[in-house]
């Protein structure tokens, strides 16, 4: 099956106003840039954001976010983004923060189909007991805050019950990807993109390179056709164009 969009703005035209989206990346490696500029074009609203972070002040998910678009995040790190922790502070936008390992695993659970499973990660804290400000009300007091959720023992140890994770899209970033949507992806871009890509009901992927049916080895594919149901060939400058969050020199 030839899955193949001709363009970013094609790819994403049916996102609505309140879908849910699993977004790989982390940090700027591996954020699917073009998909999300073209999401922000479309201007569907009150989106439900699942990602490790949520982008940086004017790059990645922080262009949805300072333009009042992103109603929900599940995430595990606010990182430096300025306008992530002002609208949570100031209750226009609910945060679930969840550990970073957790939030990993509820996503490979969900396209594993797994509804849930027990982890010892925020056992004995507000992950586990509940009270978490998932909102804040304009004043400072919360607004809603996270329930509390089951402890078991096991093995002498207790561990607390997560959800598992789906979502209605998912927009990943991958090196290289075929027409059937087999992926490979570079270095650390192989982040969050393999589990977003499994979570989402719709996947739909922005490839540096796009090759024919049979180029890739079988051997070398991080993402499996059968996750991915659209695929968004990059431009050559779009490919290169990667953002760096911190610029480091040595003398």
């Known amino acids: 099956m030839d899955k193949v969009v001709s363009s970013a703005d094609e790819a994403v035209a049916d996102i609505g106003d309140g879908s849910s989206l699993a977004v790989g ?6 954020v699917p840039e073009v998909l999300i500029e073209a999401l922000f074009r479309q201007g569907a609203s009150r989106l439900g954001v699942v990602s490790n972070n949520c982008g940086v002040d004017g790059g990645g998910l922080g ?14 790190y606010v990182g430096e983004n300025r306008e992530f922790a002002r609208q949570y502070l100031s209750g226009e936008l609910e945060l679930e923060l969840t550990p970073q390992g957790t ?4 996503l490979r659970a969900g396209g594993a189909g797994i509804p849930a499973f027990f982890t010892p990660a925020g056992v004995g804290t507000l992950v586990a007991e509940g009270g978490l400000p998932w909102r804040y009300h304009p004043d400072g007091t919360v607004a809603v805050a996270s329930p509390a959720k089951e402890v078991r023992r096991y093995d002498g140890r207790d561990h607390v019950l997560e959800r598992g994770i789906t979502t209605d899209y998912a927009l990943i970033r991958a090196a290289r990807g075929d027409r059937h949507g087999n992926l490979v992806l570079h270095r650390a871009a192989r982040n969050f993109n393999p589990l977003a890509a499994a979570a989402g009901r719709i996947t739909v992927a922005e490839v540096e390179q796009l090759v024919e049916p049979g180029e890739i080895d079988p051997d070398q594919v991080h993402i499996p056709g059968v996750f991915v149901q659209r695929v968004v060939e990059l431009t050559p400058s779009q490919a290169v164009d990667k953002g760096v969050e911190k610029r480091t020199v040595t003398g």
């Open 25 to 30: 990346g982390f940090g700027l490696s591996g």
């Open 63 to 76: 262009i949805l976010l300072a333009a009042g678009r992103i109603a929900r995040v599940t995430g595990s």
């Open 103 to 106: 939030l990993a695993e509820r």
